[in-house]
């Protein structure tokens, strides 16, 4: 069974940084892609950035140059470094994978994403 767990959230003042963890189990090496997301109050879930096998990586645009998505060598672990935080990134983060055997191929849409984790709240203040 798959299991992701995030970790990291707190409060920060705007400018400030956090740094997210999200541990997964119950993983091969046949799970290629592992994205992060977000959800603000009222707000659809988006994107925030996606890691695959291949080192590839997509940053939406609002968070590119702010954030660092990287995984652990055992794949074990994926991270998402936050900088320059901004009031308007309060949210609740997850992770997520895709189904085994399927590359992120460049997508980070929620809907293409079949497993994930119950989030660690963000909240940035002004």
């Known amino acids: 069974e798959v299991r992701l767990v995030e970790s990291g959230g707190g409060s920060v003042q705007a400018g400030g940084s956090l740094n997210l963890s999200c541990a997964a189990s119950?993983?091969?090496?046949?799970?290629?892609?592992m994205g992060w997301f977000r959800q603000a109050p009222g707000k659809q879930r988006e994107g925030v950035a996606t890691f695959d096998r291949d080192g590839s990586i997509v940053y939406a645009d609002s968070v590119k140059g702010r954030f660092t998505i990287s995984q652990d060598n055992a794949k074990s672990t994926l991270y998402l470094q936050m900088n320059s935080l901004k009031p308007e990134d309060t949210a609740t983060y997850y992770c997520?994978?895709?189904?085994?055997?399927?590359?992120?191929?460049?997508?980070?849409?929620?809907?293409?994403?079949?497993?994930w984790g119950q989030g660690t709240q963000v909240t940035v203040s002004s």
């Open positions: 997520a994978t895709r189904l085994p055997f399927q590359d992120c191929a460049g997508r980070i849409n929620t809907t293409d994403f079949r497993y």
């Open positions: 119950g993983f091969t090496d046949n799970y290629y892609c």
